[in-house]
């Protein structure tokens, strides 16, 4: 199920890939002679291709990808980007809130290393699927800086302790430690890569698209609501949904024992 070019709308040299298969869009980072370093004009490139894959009806679910053997190197900090002045263009925020805030899950398909910005896009994602022979790592102190606007989203995954020690130390950690830390769902072998991909895409076609943009509503919102004020909106929200069109297709389904309407046909 994974998207490797069909349907293509970018030119290869394009700096951000865009393809759709089977309601599947596919955004590749494509600076691989720069590590996918995060320019000016790629961050705009992929905060633009992530709009446009969610507001496309026919695309279910989002996949992040990169070319080349690393997924993302954080800033460029090599850059002369005659762009990075122009106030119409996308920053790295507008790319974490188009993905928390849109509709449709994001997967992430890390197919190499991810070093400081990159590990937050690789923490932004919804699922997370790394190569186990990479590395991940925040090295922002080790050139003076430090991941402020990364720590939004990757604080949301990491406990303290282990936030105190990848923050402060900069040291770049397998990804079998990732996923221990929770900065990653899954580690696999490499050739594995795009099974486990495949899987999770599976798993997220059987879900209706309402109720996927539902749920990560739930994820995005409950944590940030006092407990009495949490069961109150959620209350409603779900006598909304149980309500819906959505859910009466599905529920019919259920109970014929037949597939819901927006599952694929194998």
């Known amino acids: 199920m994974t998207s490797k070019g069909t349907e293509s709308t970018s030119p290869a040299s394009?700096?951000?890939?865009?393809?759709?298969?089977?309601?599947?869009?596919?955004i590749t980072l494509n600076r691989p002679e720069a590590k996918n370093a995060l320019s000016p004009t790629l961050v705009d490139a992929l905060a633009r291709r992530l709009e446009q894959a969610q507001g496309d009806d026919d695309v279910r679910v989002i996949v992040l990808t990169n070319v080349g053997n690393t997924f993302c190197a954080g800033a460029d900090l090599k850059s002369t980007d005659a762009t990075t002045e122009?106030?119409?263009?996308?920053?790295?925020?507008?790319?974490?809130r188009?993905?928390?805030?849109?509709?449709?899950?994001?997967?992430?398909?890390?197919?190499?290393?991810?070093?400081?910005?990159?590990?937050g896009?690789?923490?932004?994602?919804?699922?997370?699927?790394?190569?186990?022979?990479?590395?991940?790592?925040?090295?922002?102190?080790?050139v003076g800086v430090a991941p402020a606007i990364i720590s939004v989203v990757c604080l949301q995954k990491l406990s303290k302790a282990d936030a105190s020690e990848l923050f402060l130390?900069?040291?770049?950690?397998?990804?079998d430690r990732a996923a221990d830390v929770?900065?990653?769902?899954?580690?696999?072998?490499?050739?594995?890569?795009?099974?486990?991909?495949?899987?999770y895409l599976t798993m997220l076609m059987k879900g209706g698209p309402n109720a996927l943009a539902a749920s990560k509503e739930l994820i995005r919102r409950v944590p940030t609501m006092e407990r009495h004020d949490a069961f109150r909106w959620a209350e409603a929200r779900s006598r909304e949904l149980f309500h819906s069109?959505?859910?009466?297709?599905?529920?019919?389904?259920?109970?014929?024992?037949?597939p819901a309407p927006w599952v694929p046909a194998d």
Do not use: W
Request: charged fraction near 25%.
């Open 86 to 96: 122009s106030s119409q263009q996308k920053s790295f925020v507008d790319v974490f």
């Open 121 to 142: 896009l690789v923490a932004v994602c919804d699922i997370s699927v790394m190569r186990n022979d990479a590395l991940i790592g925040f090295t922002e102190v080790r």
């Open 182 to 199: 929770r900065l990653i769902n899954t580690s696999v072998d490499p050739e594995d890569l795009d099974r486990e991909v495949d899987h």
């Open 14 to 26: 394009d700096p951000i890939l865009y393809a759709i298969e089977s309601g599947v869009a596919t």
């Open 245 to 258: 069109e959505e859910a009466a297709g599905g529920i019919a389904a259920f109970r014929n024992r037949e």
């Open 169 to 175: 130390t900069g040291e770049r950690i397998s990804p």
């Open 98 to 119: 188009i993905v928390l805030d849109g509709d449709k899950p994001v997967v992430g398909r890390i197919d190499g290393h991810a070093t400081g910005g990159g590990v």
